[in-house]
C-alpha cells in the first residue's frame, strides 16, 4: 500500500491505475479511513482511483484537524504532491463538506465534484460531543446503529465496529467540530463545476432533504438516489454507488 509525504507526513492511500485522464480520489468521512469505501470502487474503470486516509486516521500519520480549511488545505497539498490533475473529487459525510470548500477555493486540479451523503451544514448533535467525551463504547454502538439504513447486513455491521474498535475519541470529536463549524448554504451558487450527488434513500444523519438542498443550490448537479442504504450507503450498496459513479465520469 503506496504512502506519500505531506507536509511532513506519511500519508497512506489505496491506489488503482485504469490508464484514464480522470483521477478520482475519494475522501472518508468523520472518524474514518480508506476502509469505508468498497473495494468495488477500486475497480470502476473509467478513472485511476485513489483512496486516502486523512492525517491521523487509518494508517496515515500526523494529527487530525478541528476545521474543513484545515483538511481542504491537506488534500490540495495531497493532489499536489502526487502531481494529480483532472481530479474528480468525492468525499462522504466531512469528506463532502472538504470537497465543497475546495471547489470554492477554486482548487486548480479539480474538475468534478462527488458528494456522498452530505450537506452544505453539518450541525452534530451536543449529546453527541458528550457521548463520545464520557462513554466512548456506548457512542461507538450507537453510531454502529446509525450509519447504516433499517436492514443492513450483519456482517457490515460487525466489520464497522471492528474498525472503529480501536479509534482514538479525539479524532472524532475533531472531526465532528469540523463538522459543526462547517455552513457554505450561501456560497453553493458560486460552485460552478459538474457535481454528482449521492443520497441514501434511509439515511439518519444527512438526510435525503440535504442532497436535495444541494442539488437546488449548484447549478446543473445531479441527484442519485441508492435504495435501501443509509449514512454508509457506498458499503451498503457497493453496485448502485459505483455505477453511479460510472454514470458521472464516463
Not at 474528480?88 to 470537497?99: K, N, P
Request: net charge negative; aromatic share 6%; with cysteine.
Amino acid at each position: 500500500m503506496p504512502f506519500v509525504e505531506v507536509n511532513g507526513e506519511n500519508i497512506h492511500y489505496v491506489h488503482q491505475d485504469a490508464g484514464s485522464a480522470i483521477n478520482l480520489v475519494l475522501i472518508h468521512g468523520s472518524g474514518g479511513s480508506h476502509e469505508n469505501w468498497p473495494e468495488e470502487c477500486l475497480k470502476i474503470g473509467c478513472a485511476n482511483v485513489y483512496l486516502v486516509d486523512l492525517p491521523g486516521h487509518g494508517k496515515s500519520e500526523g494529527e487530525s484537524k478541528d476545521g474543513v480549511g484545515e483538511y481542504t488545505a491537506f488534500v490540495d497539498a495531497f493532489c499536489n504532491a502526487l502531481n494529480l490533475e483532472n481530479v474528480a473529487l468525492g468525499g462522504h459525510s466531512l469528506g463532502g463538506a472538504i470537497v465543497q470548500q475546495s471547489a470554492l477555493n477554486k482548487a486548480s486540479w479539480l474538475t468534478r465534484l462527488v458528494l456522498v451523503g452530505t450537506g452544505c451544514r453539518l450541525r452534530v448533535m451536543p449529546m453527541m460531543f458528550e457521548a463520545i467525551e464520557t462513554n466512548w463504547e456506548g457512542a461507538r454502538e450507537m453510531m454502529g446503529q446509525t450509519v447504516f439504513g433499517a436492514n443492513p447486513a450483519p456482517a457490515l455491521v460487525a466489520k464497522e465496529m471492528e474498525r472503529t474498535r480501536d479509534s482514538d475519541p479525539q479524532v472524532l470529536l475533531g472531526d465532528f467540530r469540523a463538522c459543526d463549524k462547517f455552513d457554505v448554504c450561501q456560497r453553493l451558487g458560486e460552485i460552478a463545476l459538474p457535481t454528482l450527488i449521492l443520497s441514501g434513500d434511509n439515511d439518519k444523519l444527512t438526510p435525503l432533504k440535504y442532497g436535495q438542498f444541494l442539488l437546488d443550490g449548484i447549478a446543473g448537479a445531479k441527484l442519485v438516489v441508492i435504495t435501501e442504504a443509509g449514512h454508509l450507503m457506498a458499503m451498503e450498496q457497493p453496485e448502485q454507488f459505483c455505477q453511479a459513479l460510472k454514470d458521472f465520469l464516463s
